[in-house]
């Protein structure tokens, strides 16, 4: 049984930052190409980063420069550090993982980032 479960969301102000983190089990983590997307209030889930097994990450053009997605294989974990947050970064935040054809979820965390 595939599980991913976000958590190190909250309140911040903008200009402040957060790291989420998503634990996996069910898989073998360390082959598996992991991604973070966000879904805002009243918008599609969009991809934030992606991080390969192995090579350099991939980040939308929006959160270049102040998200970091980084990986611990030994603790199956993909982590998103966020510096310089703004309000338009609010969403729900949601770790990804594709195996065995299917995609599967995390129950999402929640940001925020108002002063």
């Known amino acids: 049984q595939v599980q991913l479960v976000e958590s190190g969301g909250g309140l911040v102000q903008p200009g402040g930052s957060l790291r989420l983190s998503c634990a996996a089990s069910g898989i073998i983590f360390s082959i598996y190409p992991m991604g973070w997307y966000r879904q805002a209030p009243g918008k599609q889930r969009e991809l934030v980063a992606t991080?390969?097994?192995?090579?350099?990450?991939n980040y939308v053009d929006s959160v270049k420069g102040r998200f970091t997605i980084s990986r611990d294989n030994a603790k199956n974990t993909v982590y998103l550090h966020m510096i310089s947050l703004k309000p338009e970064d609010t969403a729900v935040y949601f770790c990804?993982?594709?195996?065995?054809?299917?995609?599967?979820w995390g129950q999402g965390t929640q940001v925020t980032v108002s002063s």
């Open positions: 990804r993982v594709v195996h065995g054809g299917y995609e599967y």
């Open positions: 991080v390969p097994s192995g090579g350099n990450p």
